[in-house]
C-alpha cells in the first residue's frame, strides 16, 4: 500500500472546493445491535450487523474564503446539511454522500493566518470510489 499525504484532503461540492484541510481524520463507527437475552448465560451477544453506520470528518486548515464559514454563520437553524459533497483523498480515493455541517470554529492569533476547524457528520450512505 502507498502512503498518502495526509495534506491533501478536500471537501468539494458541484465541483467547487469548500474547504481544504492541513490535518484531518474520518472516523467509522459501526456499533453492533446488542442481542444479550437472560438465555445467554450472562455472555453478551452481539448481531453480525451494525444498528447505526456513521462516518464523522474533522478537519482544520488555513481560512482561505467565506464558503464554509458563511454557512456556518448562517443564523438560520437550517441549511447546514451540505448535499451531494465530495471529499477527495490525496491519491484520488473519493467519498460521496450528504454531511452536516456540525461544529465550525476560527482562530487567529495577531499577526498570523486565520484558521479554522470544522466537523462534518455523514446523512444517510455515502459512497466510497476508489482511484483507477
Known amino acids: 500500500m502507498a ?24 472516523s467509522l463507527d459501526g456499533a453492533p445491535v446488542d442481542l444479550t437475552g437472560k438465555d445467554d448465560g450472562g455472555f453478551r451477544t452481539l448481531a453480525d450487523f451494525a444498528g447505526i453506520l456513521a462516518m464523522d470528518i474533522e478537519g482544520a486548515g488555513v481560512w482561505k474564503d467565506s464558503t464554509l464559514g458563511a454557512i456556518a454563520f448562517a443564523a438560520s437553524p437550517t441549511g447546514r446539511l451540505l448535499t451531494d459533497i465530495t471529499i477527495i483523498n490525496a491519491n484520488g480515493d473519493t467519498i460521496s454522500g450528504n454531511f452536516y455541517l456540525a461544529n465550525y470554529v ?27
Open 3 to 26: 502512503a498518502k499525504s495526509g495534506r491533501d484532503l478536500l471537501i468539494r461540492k458541484n465541483d467547487v472546493t469548500i474547504a481544504g484541510f492541513r490535518t484531518n481524520s474520518i
Open 106 to 132: 476560527e482562530d487567529g492569533s495577531h499577526e498570523s493566518e486565520i484558521t479554522f476547524t470544522t466537523s462534518l457528520q455523514s446523512s444517510a450512505a455515502w459512497v466510497v470510489t476508489a482511484a483507477t
